[in-house]
Structures are given as C-alpha cells and as structure tokens.
C-alpha cells in the first residue's frame, strides 16, 4: 500500500472513530432508519403477541420485548415487519400458508 492510500485509509478510521463518539464529522452523511413500531403493526394486523411470534418465528417474549423498547428487531424480522407495516392482512395470510 503507498502513502497515499495509507493516509486516506486512517483518515477515514479517524472520522469513524469520531463519528462512534459522538462527535461531529464534517461531510459526513449519516442516514437514519426509524425503529419499526411493533405494537402498531400488531395492532394493524389484528394478531395477538403469540400470533405475532409464531408468524416471525421468534419467542412472545421477543415480541413483547421490541413493543416494550428494550431490544430492537433485526434482519428477517424487521424486513418481514416492515411487511407488516405496508400491508397487514396480505403478510398475515402469506405467512400462515
């Protein structure tokens, strides 16, 4: 690696370091996603916690948890909730096979 690259390559660990403590990057674009609202999607598509999980696949628990705040979906399950979220009755009836 030449010098060029180096120091562009540490400049960048620099902002990210700054950026994860919280400070300010100038320049930098940072796009925020908003967490799902489990309970309103829940509540959209007329399902219970229990109902909820077995169709996502996770624990109740799980899902009280993400109404609750305390842990956030990830992955699968915040694509299927984002699902949810655009058409209730379609993912219910497309997940309960």
């Known amino acids: ?23 300010d990057v100038p320049g930098l674009k940072v796009t925020s996603i ?4 489990v309970h309103a999607i829940r509540e959209a598509a007329a399902v219970t916690q229990k109902e909820l999980a077995a169709l ?3 624990s109740r628990r799980t899902v009280e948890n993400w109404e609750q705040r305390r842990t956030r ?3 699968p399950a915040r694509a299927l909730l984002r699902i949810f979220q655009h058409d209730p009755q ?4 497309a997940l309960q096979g």
């Open 1 to 23: 690696m030449n010098e060029k690259d180096f120091a562009a390559l540490m400049q960048g660990v620099k902002e990210m370091v700054a950026h994860v403590s919280g400070e």
């Open 34 to 37: 908003a967490d799902p609202d």
């Open 56 to 58: 996502l696949g996770v």
């Open 73 to 75: 979906p990830t992955g």
């Open 90 to 93: 379609a993912a219910v009836k």
